[in-house]
């Protein structure tokens, strides 16, 4: 492991735990957390794929986000979709659930590719994919950022372009949804061009004060509402924003010095952001066909306990299959690092 892949790979790993706590816990009653989760933890992704993505040429960035992005989104698709039918079939409800009543729903709604439910198109309904809406995303992110480093001028001119688009994708969800969700893609831009500074930077370190004033713009931002990414929707979308990237600094911050204080330990826990996109699509079909909540209530009816142990039981069971799907050689070639 590189040091720039130990470094992404603890950023990533804050940013699971994170999106792992914003799915399980009750919006309702934890709402200032979730909020307070939702302005990092899924910007924080978008940063790390355009670390990555910085000095790609075009084959690669589309060859690899094909294999890296579509393909783990269409089988999380099949999975569920699938899933949703023998389940019906079998009668299984008692024990798990299904996301479709109908597999053309389901063909539809993953066509469609956005996270949150779209009234109709045409006659047909689309349900929300769940949280693996991220790897369509990331990919249609990656696009538009490549293209915007294509763009001729200094780099303050990429920057402003990228501000637009994020107004535009802003702009756009407030009057409909677009397909393979564009508008989340589209407002993420910002976050690319973060990943491509630090990149860029090399070894440089986030300073004790930056960390700090970027915890405090992040919590201080939450306070007006979740930074909802599947929509494009926040309270104040230039505030939300500049809230997401003085956060995800401070993520960065926070995994620099594990590096330097615990090495070890850094290196442990950095394991925990490898193949993320496994890991979304493992979280998108335990919250689409398992209760998971529902078997824990068998072991304890106190609500907080509930909550964590499903935390804790979900991140071992991504885990876990995390490990067990290196083991396999297809699996391995779609989900992990080439």
């Known amino acids: 492991m590189t040091k720039e892949q130990k470094l992404t790979r603890l950023v990533t790993a804050f940013a699971i735990i994170m999106i792992v706590v914003a799915q399980l816990i009750d919006q309702a009653t934890a709402k200032p957390l979730y909020q307070w989760l939702t302005i990092v933890n899924v910007p924080v992704l978008f940063m790390v794929a355009g670390y990555w993505a910085t000095g790609l040429r075009w084959r690669e960035v589309l060859l690899k986000g094909i294999k890296h992005y579509v393909v783990p989104f269409a089988v999380t698709a099949a999975i569920i979709i699938l899933g949703s039918k023998v389940i019906i079939k079998f009668n299984w409800t008692y024990w798990m659930q299904y996301r479709f009543v ?40 990656t696009i538009v950022f490549k293209v915007v480093q294509y763009l001729p001028g200094h780099v303050a001119y990429q920057w402003v372009v990228t501000i637009l688009l994020a107004w535009l994708g802003y702009y756009l969800s407030s009057q409909f949804q677009m397909p393979w969700s564009i508008e989340g893609a589209l407002v993420m831009q910002p976050l690319m061009m973060l990943g491509k500074q630090l990149r860029l930077a090399g070894d440089w370190q986030v300073g004790h004060a930056t960390a700090a004033a970027g915890f405090l713009v992040w919590t201080g931002v939450s306070t007006s509402g979740p930074f909802d ?68 209530s068998l072991i304890t009816t106190d609500h907080t306990i509930n909550v964590l142990l499903n935390i804790v039981v979900t991140l071992i069971v991504m885990g876990l299959l995390t490990w067990g799907a290196r083991r396999i050689d297809w699996a391995r070639q779609i989900y992990f690092e080439d």
């Open 229 to 296: 990414v599947i929509m494009a929707a926040a309270p104040h979308w230039v505030f939300t924003s500049l809230g997401a990237v003085l956060g995800s600094l401070t993520i960065v911050y926070l995994a620099q010095r594990l590096i330097q204080w615990t090495p070890a330990f850094a290196t442990g826990f950095a394991k925990l952001g490898d193949a993320v996109i496994l890991k979304i699509s493992i979280l998108t079909i335990l919250m689409s066909l398992f209760k998971m909540g529902g078997y824990i």
């Open 102 to 141: 109908a597999m053309r729903d389901g063909v539809t709604t993953f066509l469609y590719g956005n996270g949150w439910p779209t009234a109709h198109v045409g006659d047909w309904q689309v349900l929300g994919t769940g949280m693996i809406w991220i790897a369509l995303a990331l990919f249609v992110a």
